[in-house]
């Protein structure tokens, strides 16, 4: 397992857990942390990023992974750390704390992953406005491979080769264009609600428009980079990079996450129960994993121990690097938290 281990060694250590699945860390998740006084482990998640054998499925599941965490643990001499995990990796995360409450000192939770039907299919479903490019293309599954559970099973059985082919790598072009096209949504909605919105966070909100502006204009260039290599006939490390991610990504949605109805739900309770606590930040337009995730999930721990859990509202979509998101999840990692 590859990971990097950053920032003060003595400091306050966060363990953070990135999301996908099938993604890897990088160098801005670390934009949340003081390092001078703060301690980040960042680890690529069994299979995935710099983690070897790339894309390996055997082996690969949530339980595993959480496994692989408290070994990473043991290894490095941690005690106990606190969580700081993003989309999938919440899933990940509340399943260690649930497996090992005694490790963790406190949780920060971005954008909630409920594994629901609506989130995990609604990435696979194009647009016929806004996706008339992954609609055209001859690769992405359709019919008669209809429905939402035969779609996700032929986009497995086209990515199990050993290297990517023609239709392995158009398929892995069509779902990153999928995945950007709902982190414009989220992103357009916070720089039309920018400068207007009620309860908006302090500041000039000429300036908040204008960061929101840019991040939504960088996504929007790589979409068109996207765009245009829809056509590229030769296979890219773009395209190698993200054969490894869908592999992954994609076994693990095949399988709902590996982890059981109401599982989810008990961890949440768990984390009442020991006294830990815990900071959800969540953007107001996620398009990707739906706000009342952590709006059930605050509720209850709320109604368990009150005071545990804090709910963040940014004005933001799903991504970690959007303005609304960095700030918040700043302001939330460097404010230390005991159990009221």
Not at 16 to 34: D, Y
Not at 146 to 161: E, T
Not at 321 to 331: F, I, Q, W, Y
């Amino acid at each position: 397992m590859a990971y990097r281990d950053c920032g003060a060694p003595n400091g306050e250590c966060w363990l953070v857990v990135h999301g996908g699945p099938g993604a890897s860390c990088h160098p801005g998740l670390l934009a949340p942390f003081q390092l001078s006084r703060q301690r980040a482990v960042l680890p690529d998640q069994r299979g995935a990023g710099r983690s070897r054998p790339a894309a390996r499925l055997a082996g690969n599941h949530t339980d595993q992974l959480v496994a692989d965490l408290e070994t990473l643990r043991r290894h490095l001499g941690i005690e106990r750390w606190a969580l700081l995990a993003g989309s999938w990796g919440t899933v990940v995360a509340l399943r260690y704390a649930q497996a090992h409450p005694d490790r963790v000192t406190r949780l920060v939770l971005r954008g909630a992953f409920a594994l629901t039907r609506r989130e995990i299919f609604g990435l696979l479903r194009p647009d016929p406005r806004r996706d008339r490019a992954v609609l055209q293309s001859p690769y992405w599954p359709r019919a008669p491979y209809s429905g939402d559970a035969r779609v996700l099973a032929r986009l497995g059985q086209m990515l199990q080769s050993a290297t990517p082919g023609v239709a392995a790598r158009n398929v892995v072009r069509c779902w990153n264009l999928l995945e950007l096209r709902s982190a414009l949504s989220g992103l357009w909605r916070s720089v039309v609600h920018s400068a207007s919105v009620e309860n908006a966070p302090p500041g000039d909100p000429r300036q908040r428009a204008n960061a929101h502006r840019r991040a939504w204009a960088q996504i929007k260039r790589q979409q068109r980079r996207s765009l245009a290599n829809l056509q590229q006939a030769r296979t890219s490390r773009t395209d190698q990079s993200g054969w490894k991610k869908f592999r992954i990504q994609g076994h693990y949605l095949r399988h709902k996450g590996f982890v059981r109805p109401g599982t989810l739900d008990s961890a949440v309770r768990r984390l009442a129960l020991r006294a830990i606590p815990s900071d959800w930040v969540h953007g107001r337009f996620d398009a990707v994993c739906p706000p009342r995730n952590t709006r059930r999930w605050v509720a209850q721990q709320e109604a368990l121990r009150n005071g545990l859990a804090r709910a963040h509202w940014p004005l933001a979509g799903h991504l970690a690097s959007e303005p609304g998101v960095r700030d918040t999840l700043a302001k939330a990692v460097r404010q230390p938290r005991t159990a009221p």
